[in-house]
């Protein structure tokens, strides 16, 4: 696709995020279209009589993966086409503030919980790894959970030089490069 770099699907500007769960009625066992929504996890589809679960009667917040960042982006890239027959794309990678946009409506709509359940598929799971420890505290939660159905992270300390040491460390540096304004040059001054 357009404007995907080696290490992601990258942005995907076909999405189209304002229609994705609308009209879509979960409680209704009969309905087909209702079954890809709830293929997204099955804690979506909460009340089907095979899938009971302790959060069925929580609220649910359902933040669909939008910026092609894992949640924690905080810049606007330009991909270049690299056969050169169409426009360069600029994508705002904004998972970030998107977290931070949910965590205020949250504080700012719903009654503070006691309990807290963090969960993603695939994408969304290393977002929720990487967001866990903040939403959890900026929520305040007596007791929060995580569910990460994909992974795991791997160790890669930025300010190392020892890609053998550690592989992951090209994949952490182009993510940092391509989502984020962070750079190694921030570990080392603190």
């Known amino acids: 696709m357009h404007g995907a770099n080696r290490y992601s ?27 890809a929504t709830a293929a997204v996890s099955p804690l979506i589809y909460t009340h089907h009589p095979y899938n009971q679960f302790k959060t069925g009667e929580w609220n649910l917040v ?9 949640y924690v982006g905080d810049k606007t890239q330009i991909y270049e086409d690299p056969t050169g027959e169409n426009p360069d794309l600029v994508w705002h990678h904004n998972g970030l503030r998107n977290v931070q946009s949910v965590i205020s409506w949250i504080k700012n709509n719903l009654q503070k919980p006691e309990q807290m359940l963090t969960a993603g598929c695939s994408a969304g799971s290393i977002g929720a790894l990487l967001n866990y420890s903040k939403l959890r505290a900026d929520m305040d939660v007596n007791h929060g959970y995580l569910i990460d159905d994909s ?10 030089d020892d890609p053998v040491a550690y592989p992951s460390l090209p994949l952490h540096r182009e993510v940092l490069n391509s ?5 190694p040059a921030m570990i080392r001054r603190r």
Do not use: K, M
């Open 9 to 35: 699907r990258g942005p995907q500007p076909q999405w189209d995020s304002d229609n994705y769960v609308q009209n879509i009625n979960l409680l209704d066992f009969e309905n087909s279209a209702n079954l």
């Open 179 to 183: 989502w984020t304004s962070f750079t």
């Open 62 to 70: 359902y933040v669909p993966y939008c910026t092609g960042d894992i």
């Open 151 to 160: 992974g795991p992270l791997y160790h890669a300390p930025l300010d190392s």
